[in-house]
Every structure is written in structure tokens, then in C-alpha cells.
């Protein structure tokens, strides 16, 4: 049998289950997999479901945000990533780094960008195989317009929970992140 934490055994027993954590084909699912492996965590797999499932929630409603500017959530990434580095241009491969995404993914996303005026590519001074992103003037400007309006959308999802509330949602956050990097690795068993 699979061990909840107190907490969970009492609320499971009582019926009473958080609103995100109510989703019953989750619940269902969790209770299927939990009798089919019993060692698995079963709060663990809960949390990941959640995360998916919450991240799936956001980055839809970010991407119908954000379409009028003709945008979605890794361009304006991007975006904000190139603003935080000015005035310095950042090369691919620190794209790559700072988004954790691969170079065929930033190959498209500045070649969007590029394709509306809103960075452009250069070669590197020094080497010039590596290729160097900037925004372009054009590209600051939509930045500085759309990102205010981007953090307004984003205390939107939040706006119930109380603060302590979402420090501890990114502190968990954080430590999933971590774990989930190192998770890169062969899996066991």
C-alpha cells in the first residue's frame, strides 16, 4: 500500500480535497497506478499531475494573451531574456543556456522575432561563426510595452492565494526544477 502523509489520509478519508487536486480522473488515475505499483509515491505523482496540468492552464491562457502581439510565452522569454542583457548581445548557445531549450528551438524563435523586426543577428566580433542576437529598437519598445501588461495577466493567477502561499508554491517549484534536471539521467530500476 502506498503511505500518504497524515494530512492527506485524513482529507482522502473525509472527501474533502484541495480544488486543483479534485480533478476526479486524476484522483482516479493516481488511485489506479497507486494499486498497480503500491511503492509509488503517490503524493509525488499527484504534485507532478498538478504541475502539468496547471502549467498546461497558464501557458494557454498566456498564449491567447499574448496573440495579438503576435507573441506566446517563449518568444517573449526570449524577449525579456535579450532585454536583460543590454547592451550586449547574447550569442545562441547562451539563448540555449539561459531558456534550457535546444538550438533548433532558438534558431526559431529568433528567426520569428526576426522575421517581425524585432531582433536582429549579427556575427560574432571575434569569431564570426557564432551568430549574436540583439533587439532592435522595435524589439524594446514592444518589451517595454507588453511585458508590464504581461505581469498584470500574471497576478491574475494568483490573485486568491495569499502570499506565503505562492513563496511556498515557488520554493516547491524550484526544488521540482532541480530534481527534474538531475532526472536527465538514465532512469533506474
Request: charge should be positive; hydrophobic fraction near 45%; avoid cysteine.
Amino acid at each position: 500500500m502506498v503511505r500518504l502523509p497524515a494530512e492527506r489520509r485524513e482529507r482522502a478519508a473525509s472527501g474533502n480535497r484541495r480544488p486543483l487536486a479534485a480533478a476526479p480522473a486524476t484522483h482516479e488515475t493516481v488511485r489506479r497506478l497507486a494499486e498497480q505499483w503500491p511503492n509509488a509515491d503517490v503524493s509525488a505523482v499527484e504534485a507532478n499531475f498538478a504541475v502539468v496540468r496547471v502549467y498546461g492552464a497558464l501557458a494557454s491562457a498566456m498564449e491567447t494573451f499574448l496573440a495579438p502581439w503576435g507573441l506566446n510565452p517563449a518568444r517573449l522569454t526570449l524577449l525579456r531574456v535579450l532585454y536583460e542583457a543590454l547592451p550586449h548581445p547574447l550569442t545562441a548557445g547562451q539563448i540555449r543556456q539561459r531558456l534550457n531549450v535546444t538550438s533548433t528551438n532558438v534558431s526559431k524563435l529568433v528567426r520569428g522575432l526576426e522575421a517581425r523586426g524585432l531582433v536582429h543577428r549579427t556575427e560574432g566580433q571575434e569569431d564570426h561563426r557564432l551568430v549574436e542576437v540583439q533587439l532592435t529598437e522595435r524589439g524594446i519598445a514592444e518589451f517595454e510595452t507588453v511585458m508590464p501588461l504581461a505581469l498584470n495577466q500574471m497576478e491574475l493567477f494568483g490573485q486568491n492565494a495569499p502570499a506565503e502561499a505562492r513563496t511556498a508554491v515557488v520554493d516547491a517549484m524550484q526544488t521540482v526544477w532541480q530534481n527534474a534536471r538531475a532526472a536527465k539521467i538514465a532512469p533506474k530500476g
